[in-house]
């Protein structure tokens, strides 16, 4: 490289050829001084990167993230979502949740083809019950005599009023941030080879159906109101079937899917207006019953109280306000 640089060096000094080869001499120098630059750390065994090792399990990573937090869009939704184990045996205490809520949040209509059904629904303050926050807290069902706090011991060290309820807790849950015209799905459980679903119609009519390849879930739907409250509505669906290609039409084109079908039951949709704070709840009707045992029974044991069962929580955690309110 260097007896290479020294030729091109005199090439240029000399008089004819510094002429003729004037254009192509100063790409060729300054390439040159490039490679012998980048050469020069590797020949002296030094690297030009840096390894940093991937933080192991348990590990402290050092000094938090110094990143803004991220920040919800002024059209989107952010709500925290449970489904909450009902302890077996613990009766007394699934009463005293209910008697807190305030079921009437619903039309009249709507409660009454939700108990025909076998499901139970309302709206929490933001205060939530001292069961609740018990079962919040534990990590599955339990039915052991002085399980939880000790007697005498609040549910939770910040009380039932703590503004985050769903943050301190084992049993795991969501946070969605939802923007209006979209939906969120909220699987029940695992799929089932065979289920049979009975529906009572609104003329007391049994309406039954078997379906293979079967999934429960709830479609969460949310709307935002001018008066800084939120419409959420709550959609139970049955998927069914082996996936198929449809073709699907969306923003003027059509575009191929694959999805199973649905069977989606438009009567028993639960709407309720939420305050930021406010939490949705639907459980079971007791005894349970019908699609409400399909969609959130619990064990099936004889020894389990016809209160045990899964409670579902859909808590408005954020929302943007309506400038128009600024």
């Given at each position: 490289m260097a007896f290479s640089l020294r030729r091109l060096a005199e090439v240029?000094?000399?008089?004819?050829?510094?002429?003729?080869?004037?254009?192509?001499?100063?790409?060729?120098?300054?390439?040159?001084?490039?490679?012998?630059?980048?050469?020069?750390?590797?020949?002296?065994?030094?690297s030009l990167f840096k390894h940093v090792a991937w933080p192991s399990a348990g590990e402290e990573v050092g000094q938090p993230s110094e990143l803004p937090a991220p920040r919800l869009a002024d059209n989107a939704l952010g709500f925290e979502v449970a489904f909450v184990e009902t302890p077996p045996r613990q009766r007394d205490r699934a009463l005293e949740v209910w008697r807190r809520v305030d079921e009437q949040a619903l039309s009249r209509e709507s409660r009454r083809r939700l108990a025909a059904n076998g499901f139970r629904g309302g709206v929490l303050s933001d205060s939530l019950p001292a069961p609740l926050v018990q079962w919040l807290r534990q990590d599955g069902p339990t039915d052991r005599p002085g399980a939880g706090p000790a007697a005498g011991e609040a549910a939770d060290s910040r009380g039932a009023d703590a503004p985050r309820p769903f943050a301190a807790r084992s049993t795991p849950y969501r946070i969605i941030r939802l923007r209006p015209g979209h939906h969120a799905e909220l699987v029940t459980g695992p799929p089932v080879p065979s289920l049979c679903a009975r529906l009572a119609e609104n003329d007391g009519a049994i309406r039954s159906r078997t379906f293979t390849a079967a999934q429960c879930r709830f479609e969460l739907t949310a709307q935002p109101e001018p008066d800084g409250r939120t419409r959420v509505t709550l959609t139970p669906e049955i998927q069914h079937g082996q996936p198929r290609q449809n073709w699907v039409g969306e923003g003027g084109m059509f575009r191929q899917v694959t999805e199973r079908e649905v069977w989606r039951l438009e009567d028993l949709a639960v709407t309720a207006v939420l305050s930021p704070g406010q939490t949705l709840a639907l459980g079971l009707a007791d005894?349970?019953?019908?699609?409400?045992?399909?969609?959130?029974?619990g064990a099936d044991d004889d020894d389990v109280s016809p209160s045990a069962g899964r409670l579902l929580l859909i808590r408005l955690a954020e929302r943007k306000t309506d400038p128009l309110f600024h």
């Open positions: 240029r000094r000399s008089g004819p050829a510094r002429a003729r080869l004037a254009p192509c001499l100063g790409p060729l120098l300054r390439l040159g001084c490039g490679l012998a630059v980048a050469a020069a750390p590797l020949a002296g065994g030094c005894p349970p019953r019908g699609l409400g045992q399909v969609f959130l029974g």
